[in-house]
């Protein structure tokens, strides 16, 4: 059973398209591609390395995946070497050639098709970009652990990390540090369900009660 993360950017308002630079998704008329650039240093890149992790293979939705064949191919640094060797599960149709090396193609329904694969024996599926892709697999439960390194900036809008279709779940944090530009590296795995409970008295004003009553009526 393979274990599904992700380390992906996001802004304090959610927002994830375009982090790398300004033509790498104007999708929207989105004008701030390339928002992580500012607040790379020394730290943020060892702590990005943490986030990624070792021993993966990555899963990619058709628009990232065409963002890094076109790009990491011919990269020869430590990312670009372990990106071109690692296996390439692309949720993407006929329309999109997978000539980046080791790259598969994920037939049919998403959430069946990467089903399939977690139960498989192998490496870690890391996720990148691919703000679809999520959607997809917190809807049908299948993400065990979510990095996000959240940036000191608001965009306003974007595609966004998460949607309304994620499954309600609790996370828990298992770890944490902060760039020296402000950016916080948060590790999650998912958890049970919801917890809940009540700050309100026991025995409820009649403000309280005529609120609730005005509330109810107003749906």
Do not use: C
Not at 56 to 81: C, K, V
Request: net charge negative; aromatic share 10%.
């Amino acid at each position: 059973m393979r274990t599904i993360r992700t380390a992906t950017f996001v802004s304090l308002d959610g927002v994830i398209q375009a982090p790398g630079g300004p033509g790498e998704d104007p999708r929207g008329g989105f004008r701030f591609g390339g928002w992580v650039f500012p607040f790379f240093d020394e730290k943020l890149g060892g702590l990005m390395h943490e986030a990624m992790g070792e021993n993966y293979d990555l899963l990619l939705g058709r628009r990232t995946y065409e963002i890094f064949s076109a790009y990491w191919p011919h990269q020869d640094d430590e990312i670009g070497r372990t990106f071109n060797a690692v296996n390439k599960y692309v949720a993407a149709g006929p329309d999109t050639a997978l000539d980046w090396a080791h790259s598969h193609r994920l037939e049919g329904d998403l959430a069946g098709a990467v089903r399939a694969l977690k139960a498989t024996p192998g490496r870690d599926l890391l996720i990148q970009g691919s703000s679809e892709v999520i959607h997809t697999l917190l809807a049908h439960d299948l993400i065990d652990q979510l990095t996000v390194l959240t940036f000191p900036i608001i965009l306003g809008h974007g595609r966004r990390l998460f949607d309304e279709g994620s499954r309600p779940h609790q996370w828990t944090l298992e770890s944490s540090d902060v760039s020296t530009t402000g950016v916080i590296v948060a590790r999650y795995t998912r958890a049970g369900d919801v917890p809940t409970g009540s700050f309100a008295d026991d025995s409820p004003s009649t403000a309280e009660l005529k609120r609730r009553e005005r509330w109810s009526r107003e749906g």
